[in-house]
């Protein structure tokens, strides 16, 4: 299942693999191969969203000190 949530995009150039959001489709700007240690907006169990994406489901942030 995860396999269908993520998407790769492919620059021909450069060979560059980007995610894309899980809720939007658009691009996340974040290379397949950055650890999602160094990621804003990815959700474990979910995977990544775009930055517009997590600020509207997230308002807050997402704080694992609570």
Request: aromatic content about 10%; overall charge negative.
């Amino acid at each position: 299942m995860i396999d269908m949530l993520k998407k790769e995009k492919k620059n021909k150039d450069a060979e560059i693999v980007f995610d894309f959001c899980v809720c939007c489709g658009e691009t996340t700007g974040y290379k397949s191969d950055v650890s999602i240690d160094e990621r804003i907006g990815y959700i474990e169990g979910t995977g990544q969203l775009c930055l517009n994406c997590y600020r509207e489901l997230y308002p807050k942030g997402i704080s694992g000190d609570d």
